[in-house]
């Protein structure tokens, strides 16, 4: 039983964003931010254009992107939680 218990808990996936960097990438039109699965690193891109879908008003330079990621911080990590599986994968796009 104790064993199961185990497993049980290695399948939670549990996802945390413990640093506030984040960058813009105007090649890929994108936010780039981090989240950390215990020791692992994963790259969360979201894209201008869904930043855009949460804040219609966004304009499209750097730093009106960024503004806004800031701004909508809370809910973009919520919605990184919710796409997160834990794997072998280590770089999830939001768009």
Known sequence: MA???RVREKLIAVLQFPNPSRSYDASRHCVCFWGYDDSREITFMVD???LRNLQPDV????????GAFDKLREKVLEIAKKQYVSGPQNR????
Request: hydrophobic content about 45%; aromatic content about 6%.
């Open 92 to 95: 999830y796009l939001i768009s």
């Open 48 to 50: 201008d254009a869904m």
């Open 3 to 5: 064993l199961l218990g």
């Open 59 to 66: 304009g499209s330079d750097e730093r009106s992107v960024l």
